[in-house]
Structures are given as C-alpha cells and as structure tokens.
C-alpha cells in the first residue's frame, strides 16, 4: 500500500506565494520521478513540474520562473515553491510518484487526493 499526501494549499493574493509538500509512504522500493500536476473543473489535468531522482526538472511553460520543484530522497518528499502566483494558477494539484514497490515489480504512478489552489483578490 503506498499513500501520497499533499498539504499547504489555499487562498492566496495574486503575487503571493505558496509551498506545497507532498510525502510518499507506504510500501516504496524505489522512486523514480515525482511531480506536480493541476487540473481546473472542465478542464484536462496538465503537468506543472516533475523532478528524476536525479533532481532534473522540467517546467511547464506557464510556471518557468515562478515555480520550483524540489526533493528530499530520505524523507520520499518532493516540494513545490509557488512565487508570483497568478489567478489562472488557480486549481486542483496532485502530487505524482513513479515508483516500484519491490526489486522484481514494474514501475507505476500513484496520485495524492489534491490540494485546492485558489489566487483572488
């Protein structure tokens, strides 16, 4: 059983920031990649950031400069710094681990249950 959990969302002003973390626990062989994804109602999920266990990352456009992702390997914690937050941040976000869960089994994703974003004046 591996779980993800998510925290630190919430209301924030346009240019404000947030930080959020997101721990795996659980039954974990290896992690590979971690990530963070948001989804609007109507809307398809999309990729904001992802980070290897080497810590490459990569960026959706819309956050290049803004946002950073960041991961701890001993606590199986990955972060996501939110700087100059816009209205059109505003969203569900979900954490993303691609991990084993022993030596001899295939790699899979698991999600968080989401934390609401919310930027508003």
């Known amino acids: 059983q591996v779980q993800l959990v998510e925290s630190g969302g919430g209301l924030v002003q346009p240019g404000g920031s947030l930080r959020l973390p997101c721990a795996a626990s659980g039954s974990i062989f290896s992690i590979y990649a971690m990530g963070w994804y948001r989804q609007d109602p109507g809307k398809q999920r999309e990729q904001v950031a992802t980070?290897?266990?080497?810590?490459?990352?990569n960026y959706a456009d819309s956050v290049k400069g803004r946002f950073t992702i960041s991961r701890d390997n001993a606590k199986n914690t990955v972060y996501l710094q939110m700087n100059s937050l816009k209205s059109e941040d505003t969203a569900v976000y979900y954490c993303?681990?691609?991990?084993?869960?022993?030596?001899?089994?295939?790699?899979?994703?698991?999600w968080g249950q989401g934390t609401q974003v919310a930027v508003s004046s």
């Open positions: 993303n681990a691609v991990l084993t869960t022993a030596w001899f089994a295939r790699s899979r994703d698991y």
């Open positions: 980070i290897t266990s080497g810590g490459s990352a």
